[in-house]
């Protein structure tokens, strides 16, 4: 499984970016799949998961302004990101869990600036 992660970017405070996630394989058999970040001098945290089920997990500092979802279709992980603070900037990496194998995709870059 690949996993290839898009659309970060320069954002002003209180703007949005969408971040797309686009699997080799056929996200439907996956059994759960995720956004995490880091942000400099941090360690990588759990933003949102979404488990083949369809239930959802966040992190309590995004609440009410982040989304997960996924288009089986497309193979593809979306993370709708609203009311981004300076606070989201980091480097932000999807990641999959299939059976016990755990993948991660190369990280996008998030800066949350003016």
């Known amino acids: 499984v690949q996993l290839q992660a898009s659309g970060g970017g320069l954002v002003q405070p209180g703007g949005s970016l969408r971040l797309s996630c686009a699997a080799s394989g056929s996200i439907f058999s996956f059994n759960a799949m995720a956004w995490y970040r880091q942000a400099p001098g941090n360690q990588r945290e759990l933003v949102t998961l979404?488990?083949?089920?369809?239930?959802?997990d966040y992190a309590d500092s995004v609440k009410g302004r982040f989304t997960i979802s996924r288009d089986n279709a497309k193979n593809t992980l979306y993370l709708q990101m609203n009311s981004l603070e300076p606070e989201d900037t980091a480097v932000y990496y999807c990641?999959?869990?299939?059976?016990?194998?755990?993948?991660w995709g190369r990280g996008t870059q998030v800066t949350v600036s003016s």
């Open positions: 990641r999959a869990r299939v059976g016990p194998q755990i993948y």
């Open positions: 979404l488990t083949n089920g369809g239930r959802t």
